[in-house]
């Protein structure tokens, strides 16, 4: 059974740093895995998809790796900033379309 | 071109209650799928439509129940509500691009007091 871990649940960095957030997962087999962004009482942003054949996608300040066989996946954010606090969810597609999501790492910038 | 929409946007209904929601997918997407995410937690996977017919479906009992329209939009219904149903229903259609890629809705928040 497919499951997904992200570490840390919350995090607190001042404004500028670079961060790291992490996403594992335990079966390899997954089609794709894409990283959300979710503002408090609101719906999922789309950030990144990540195709199983790729290692990385890049969109602005963001960059996300996927490395299959050790289960686990990396959002590097650079240059934080204040509106980028939110609730980041990765989430890997099993091959019948199925999405078995992480349980979010809230990021918080401080000014 | 729409994005997915979902409606009501917010819902409150009492214990015991049923309870219909709405969600169109973006144009050209054929494919619906529904998730419950509680408070705090990562969405679960409630089902998925496809030609009308519900194609997979998660860990979620026979009150969760659903339906697609010949136009793709779909509706989810919760029959006999409970006080663990309170939570924000996602919708979200697939495209043909070969990615598989979804595309959320807003959500709708559903309150059982």
């Known amino acids: 059974k497919q499951e997904v871990t992200q570490i840390p649940a919350a995090l607190s960095v001042p404004e500028g740093e670079n961060l790291v957030l992490n996403c594992s997962f335990t079966?390899?087999?997954?089609?794709?895995l894409q990283w959300f962004r979710q503002d408090p009482g609101k719906g999922l942003t789309s950030l990144l998809l990540?195709?199983?054949s790729q290692r990385e996608q890049t969109s602005g300040r963001l960059n996300a790796s996927l490395d299959k066989s050790s289960g686990r996946s990396t959002l590097y954010i650079a240059a934080s900033q204040p509106g980028d606090s939110a609730t980041y969810l990765c989430a890997v597609y099993l091959s019948n379309y199925q999405l078995i999501w992480g349980a979010g790492t809230k990021l918080i910038i401080k000014p | 071109d729409a994005g997915v929409t979902q409606s009501p946007t917010h819902l409150i209904k009492t214990r015991g209650q049923q309870v219909t929601l709405r969600c169109s997918p973006k144009?050209?997407?054929?494919?619906v799928s529904w998730y419950q995410q509680a408070l705090g937690q990562g969405p679960q996977f409630i089902f998925q439509y496809y030609e009308e017919e519900e194609r997979q479906r998660g860990n979620f009992p026979d009150r969760f129940s659903g339906h697609q329209f010949p136009n793709y939009s779909s509706e989810l219904n919760v029959n006999a509500l409970l006080l663990g149903d309170s939570a924000l229903y996602l919708c979200a259609s697939i495209g043909t691009s070969g990615t598989n890629e979804q595309f959320f809705g807003p959500g709708t928040r559903l309150t059982v007091l």
């Open positions: 079966d390899s087999a997954i089609y794709n």
């Open positions: 990540i195709q199983s």
């Open positions: 144009s050209g997407h054929d494919t």
